[in-house]
């Protein structure tokens, strides 16, 4: 069973910088959509970025230029760097994987989730 794992969250003032990492129990990135959501409170689960099998990547308006996915050589991290962190990033964020996802984006296509991590911004 493929488990997720997501760690780097944290709180930080506005304009600071985070980095999350998301492993995986399994080798799975290989020919994978790997992306990461996030939720704020009151708020439904929206895409933050997404790398395609191709390494092709894909941000929401929001977040392009501040955030930056990638992964390491051996595809068994998935990282999302973030600077210019803003008070409206505030939200738990999820790693999700993907096989089969046709876009790469759409939250149904992904049947694979971590358990999320919290990351604060405060002005």
């Known amino acids: 069973q493929v488990q997720l794992v997501e760690s780097g969250g944290g709180s930080v003032q506005a304009g600071g910088s985070l980095r999350l990492s998301c492993t995986a129990t399994v080798y799975i990135f290989s020919g994978a959509c790997m992306a990461w959501f996030r939720q704020a409170p009151g708020k439904q689960r929206e895409g933050v970025a997404s790398?395609?099998?191709?390494?092709?990547?894909n941000y929401s308006d929001s977040v392009k230029g501040r955030f930056t996915i990638s992964q390491d050589n051996a595809k068994i991290t998935l990282y999302l760097q973030m600077n210019s962190l803003k008070p409206e990033d505030t939200a738990i964020y999820y790693c999700?994987?993907?096989?089969?996802?046709?876009?790469?984006?759409?939250?149904?296509?992904?049947?694979?989730w971590g358990q999320g991590t919290q990351v604060t911004v405060s002005s």
């Open positions: 999700a994987a993907a096989w089969n996802s046709g876009t790469c984006w759409t939250r149904a296509e992904f049947p694979h």
């Open positions: 790398i395609d099998r191709y390494g092709i990547t």
